[in-house]
């Protein structure tokens, strides 16, 4: 069983990372990203890196394939935002409720695959991962699905980083947000707003 220092769920090109990155050099690494141009670039911007494993999956609660809408390719400078890559989602309404004066996006910008969804548990088995400093999880609305489905007493997880702003649909946060908040507290975490759209989980040990 190993010790790893950082995974991140839901990498996508790694630059909004890669700060974070840097200061497990050497350790352990897990990314994780399921789209084919997202993955592409995750592992050209770390190529050098020994330590990093990359895993092109998507994460679910339960290891099974499903369809994943994300923004094609061709239409990223079109949208004129660099994040629009990381917008990927079960749910194609998630994508176009991002709709604004200045993301106009349409049916047409969105692409499908089927990928392969790996369990938490999964990705700790085929890595032999037997704890974890900090867990990195942005996945667009998924987060209640993939941290509430964790088994805490297995996997030692330090510090979770999670993105809640869509925990209860496209721009919302409620009933799943206060349900995983419990989740987190009765496993003894400590959960802290960071921002309107992150929170922190710190494991108190």
């Given amino acids: 069983m190993s010790e790893f220092s950082f995974v991140s769920i839901g990498s996508h ?15 352990k690494i897990l990314l994780i990203e399921p789209v084919d141009y997202n993955f592409r670039q995750l592992k050209e911007r770390f190529k050098n890196y020994s330590n990093i494993f990359f895993e092109q999956s998507a994460i679910s609660d339960k290891d099974e394939t499903l369809s994943f809408y994300y923004i094609r390719e061709s239409s990223i400078s079109k949208l004129k935002k660099h994040w629009a890559s ?6 194609k309404d998630h994508i176009l409720n991002h709709y604004t004066k200045r993301f106009k996006v349409k ?7 089927k990928v392969k ?12 991962i037997q704890s974890i400093d900090k867990l990195f999880v942005d996945a667009e609305g998924s987060e209640f699905k993939i941290l509430s ?14 993105e809640k702003k869509h925990l ?3 721009f919302k946060q409620g009933e799943n947000f206060e349900k995983l908040k419990k989740i987190l507290i009765t496993q003894k975490y400590v959960v802290k707003d960071i921002d309107k759209e992150n929170c922190i989980a710190i494991k108190q040990i």
Avoid: A, H
């Avoid at 969804?117 to 032999?128: E, Q, W």
């Fill in 117 to 128: 969804c790996l369990s938490f548990t999964s990705i700790v088995k085929k890595y032999s």
């Fill in 107 to 113: 049916e047409e910008d969105i692409d499908i695959k």
């Fill in 13 to 27: 090109t790694g630059y909004w990372i890669e700060n974070e990155i840097k200061k497990y050099i050497g350790k």
């Fill in 168 to 170: 209860d649909g496209t």
């Fill in 86 to 91: 990381g917008i990927g989602s079960f749910q």
């Fill in 149 to 162: 489905s964790i088994n805490y007493n297995s996997t030692l997880i330090k510090e979770i980083f999670f």
